[in-house]
């Protein structure tokens, strides 16, 4: 290599592990999977928690049962308790009637899915600033609680958070919320009605059972047919809201699209569409989708049936060997005076390096960005079976940190707990007694020479997923049978699998990251 082309080469690296670590923005993915277009009938969705302050641990919340006139809090900053019973920063904000029962759930910074397989999906599109309300009663993350607390199904869900929102107000910005139950999946979006106002303006479209849906940071519900119950459902302040900011006039002849009137920005978000494209060209080839088109279908039919594993491969996409691949800027002159990618290519470059880099035209309303993200703080992929007790039929695939470097752990519904070192927060310090610190550590570490390194990681992650996998099957036939005699004994039996597969998997990333950094610092 020249010494002018080894110079940069070194420059470019030295400032992008400068950049890596710096501030960013925190969007997240979520893709849907219909029980008709998934290769065993269960029903998807998945969330990818992109955040660098969300907590970084897990609890298992069971139902209860409440006397008449039972009052419940409804509170802020439990998206950042840093382990269970933590009250500092958490604020309550007010007490409303309790249901007379709650259901049980897995807790993570959004609630993720309930005891009757009832779940949710979460992904920040915005929208308008001047709609939210601050002094409102509920955020998103406490409509989701909410949800899975008194929701069954999805529908159910979205008349709870209605019903809620309409009573008491929405305090957040634009969110887009994916449901799924047994049976169905919905797509729902929620906006502010304005500063002072107390309600919120919303609509949910049904996604076809034979399809599967993508949403990524912008909203995509366009035209609503409010005629069709039976795949549209909205607030009934859809259109005067509009009307009356001066956002729709209904006399000019131009349909009403929900996602221009209330996220008019969206669609110029590179961030959103690029992702909306890959999700759909990965799964649905067939479409030859324009990558640069301003809109796409709200869901499409999968060329071939979609499995879980199948989803796991769609959230590490980094658009390697794509035109729009991430890593494209650094290739380095080897022996021979060839050029080849560099080991140190990084297709987590933080984003401040893209319009440096002309990768892509960067981060921001033109720019871009991959499905996976280095500062990803969990994904989860569920699935709901309705041949199956519920217990058994709820299932969350559930990763640390990075998706495209870490292994899923299965955790059904109905387990009673999770290990102690997945109920720690690891946000204060470097703590090896937290689970989420063995997966951060791997992916942070193998981000400064991807090239090599996510050989190694992969060998250790495809090794967990393949036991996983192949054992499955047997696991959940023993546990059915288990249950038709003893539902308490099952139970028992999910937890003592799901937890000694979580500490399985933390261990063999611990065990992983000394060897990364043996290998890669201290080996001579």
Not at 33 to 49: R, W
Not at 133 to 146: D, Q
Not at 151 to 160: E, F, L, M, S, W
Not at 241 to 251: C, E, K, L, Q, R
Request: charged share 25%.
């Amino acid at each position: 290599m020249s010494g002018k082309n080894r110079n940069l080469t070194v420059l470019l690296f030295l400032l992008a592990i400068t950049l890596f670590y710096s501030r960013g923005v925190d969007p997240c993915t979520c893709i849907l999977v219909g029980k008709d277009a998934s290769i065993d009938g269960s029903v998807t969705t998945s969330h990818t928690c992109d955040s660098r302050i969300d907590r970084t641990w897990l609890e298992v919340v069971s139902g209860r049962k409440y006397g008449k006139g039972s009052v419940c809090g409804v509170y802020s900053g439990l998206r950042f308790m840093k382990f269970p019973g933590d009250t500092a920063g958490v604020v309550l904000r007010g007490e409303i009637p309790q249901a007379r029962e709650t259901f049980g759930y897995l807790n993570s910074s959004y609630p993720c899915m309930n005891e009757y397989q009832l779940a949710i999906g979460e992904s920040t599109f915005g929208g308008r600033p001047e709609l939210r309300n601050k002094e409102a009663l509920f955020s998103c993350e406490e409509l989701c609680r909410f949800a899975l607390e008194r929701a069954r199904t999805c529908r159910d869900a979205i008349r709870v958070i209605g019903e809620l929102a309409a009573e008491y107000g929405y305090n957040d910005g634009g969110e887009c919320l994916m449901f799924s139950d047994k049976d169905e999946i919905w797509h729902f979006e929620i906006v502010g009605c304005g500063s002072g106002c107390i309600g919120a303006v919303w609509a949910a479209q049904r996604i076809p059972d034979d399809h599967i849906g993508v949403t990524a940071n912008a909203s995509r519900i366009m035209e609503i047919d409010p005629g069709d119950n039976e795949n549209f459902i909205a607030s009934s302040n859809i259109y005067d809201v509009a009307i009356s900011n001066g956002w729709y006039d209904p006399d000019s002849g131009q349909s009403f699209r929900f996602s221009y009137v209330y996220d008019p920005d969206g669609r110029k978000s590179m961030a959103a569409r690029r992702r909306e494209w890959r999700v759909f060209d990965l799964l649905a080839p067939s479409l030859k989708l324009d990558p640069n088109s301003e809109n796409y279908p709200i869901s499409v039919r999968p060329d071939t049936l979609v499995s879980v594993r199948r989803l796991m491969e769609v959230f590490r996409d980094t658009f390697e060997g794509t035109e729009f691949d991430m890593t494209k800027f650094m290739y380095v002159e080897d022996e021979d005076g060839n050029f080849v990618k560099s080991p140190y290519a990084n297709p987590f470059m933080h984003y401040d390096m893209m319009p440096l880099m002309k990768i892509n035209g960067g981060w921001g309303k033109m720019g871009e960005r991959c499905i996976a993200r280095y500062y990803c703080t969990y994904i989860t992929i569920t699935q709901s079976r309705s041949w199956m007790p519920d217990p058994v039929g709820g299932l969350v695939w559930f990763g640390w940190d990075n998706p495209a470097m870490t292994a899923f752990v299965p955790l059904y519904c109905g387990i009673g707990d999770v290990p102690d070192s997945w109920k720690l927060s690891g946000r204060q310090a470097f703590d090896r007694d937290c689970a989420w610190w063995a997966f951060n550590r791997v992916a942070d570490l193998s981000a400064q020479k991807w090239g090599e390194m996510r050989i190694d990681v992969d060998s250790v992650r495809v090794m967990l997923e393949d036991e996983v996998f192949a054992e499955i099957d047997e696991l959940e036939n023993r546990t059915i049978e288990l249950y038709k005699k003893n539902p308490e004994k099952a139970r028992k039996y999910l937890t003592r699998y799901s937890n000694d597969f979580a500490a399985r998997a933390t261990s063999a990333y611990w065990e992983l990251g000394d060897f990364l950094w043996w290998k890669y610092t201290g080996k001579f």
